[in-house]
């Protein structure tokens, strides 16, 4: 099974960008669809976005559409989750995420139990 660990989270003020990465170990990445998912103080984890094992396919939450952007690079065992323009209600745990469901359909992948491995998250705090 992957083991994936997050970096990247911080403070940032509104507007800005942050690039979170998640470096996996234990199992080549291109076996594993691979996913973001946040956590707000208070509320359930929910979705942000998922890519493909291969990269060509991605699917985003409706709020980070345009914003955000998911990358993958299988020769280095990393995904990224690219955030720009940045808003207070972004503010959340970031949580990288791998599924060995490689042939889904990308916006069935939003349930958190359709996911095998999780990180332990980063932090990311939008100031207004």
């Known amino acids: 099974q992957v083991q994936v660990v997050e970096s990247g989270g911080g403070l940032v003020q509104a507007g800005g960008s942050l690039r979170l990465s998640c470096a996996a170990s234990?199992?080549?990445?291109?076996?594993?669809?691979m996913g973001w998912f946040r956590q707000a103080p208070g509320k359930e984890r929910e979705f942000v976005a998922v890519?493909?094992?291969?990269?060509?396919?991605?699917y985003y939450t409706d709020s980070v559409k345009g914003r955000f952007t998911i990358s993958r690079d299988n020769a280095k065992n990393t995904v990224y989750l690219q955030m720009n323009s940045l808003k207070p209600e972004d503010t959340a745990v970031y949580y990288c995420?791998?599924?060995?469901?490689?042939?889904?359909?990308?916006?069935?992948?939003?349930?958190?139990?359709?996911?095998?491995?999780w990180g332990q998250g980063t932090q990311v705090t939008v100031s207004s």
């Open positions: 995420a791998a599924s060995r469901y490689t042939n889904a359909i990308m916006s069935t992948m939003t349930s958190t139990q359709k996911w095998d491995s």
């Open positions: 234990g199992r080549l990445l291109n076996f594993y669809t």
């Open positions: 890519i493909s094992w291969s990269g060509g396919n991605t």
